[in-house]
């Protein structure tokens, strides 16, 4: 049973940093698909970054390129998005997703991803 917890979120400032994280149980973090993505009130589910983790390879969206960073820590089966320079447009649930299926990545859609976390409120005022 693959179960995914967000965590770090929280209310910052414009201009804050906060590093969110996703605990897995149940899956491992080996040659598969990891992305963070987000949903603003009214809005649909937008990609903000993914990550290969066999190669390391990495994707973000033009909105957050050169502000957020996404990693893995395979051995604590985490999942992170470094956000810095948060912006009040960053206001949104992050959810963490995965798919044992590494191939295509960087390109995957929301709905090809059979695992989520709960999700983490992002404020920035």
């Known amino acids: 049973h693959v179960q995914l917890v967000e965590s770090g979120g929280g209310s910052v400032q414009a201009g804050g940093s906060l590093r969110l994280s996703c605990a897995a149980s149940?899956?491992?973090?080996?040659?598969?698909?990891m992305a963070w993505f987000r949903q603003a009130p009214g809005k649909e589910r937008e990609g903000v970054a993914r990550?290969?983790?066999?190669?390391?390879?990495?994707y973000y969206a033009d909105s957050v390129k050169g502000r957020f960073t996404i990693s893995q820590d395979n051995a604590k089966n985490t999942l992170y998005l470094q956000m810095n320079s948060l912006k009040p447009e960053d206001t949104a649930i992050y959810y963490c997703?995965?798919?044992?299926?590494?191939?295509?990545?960087?390109?995957?859609?929301?709905?090809?991803?059979?695992?989520w976390g709960q999700g983490t409120q992002v404020t920035v005022s």
């Open positions: 997703a995965a798919d044992r299926r590494g191939s295509r990545c960087l390109g995957k859609p929301a709905a090809d991803f059979p695992y």
């Open positions: 149940g899956y491992t973090y080996n040659r598969n698909c």
């Open positions: 990550i290969a983790t066999g190669s390391g390879n990495t």
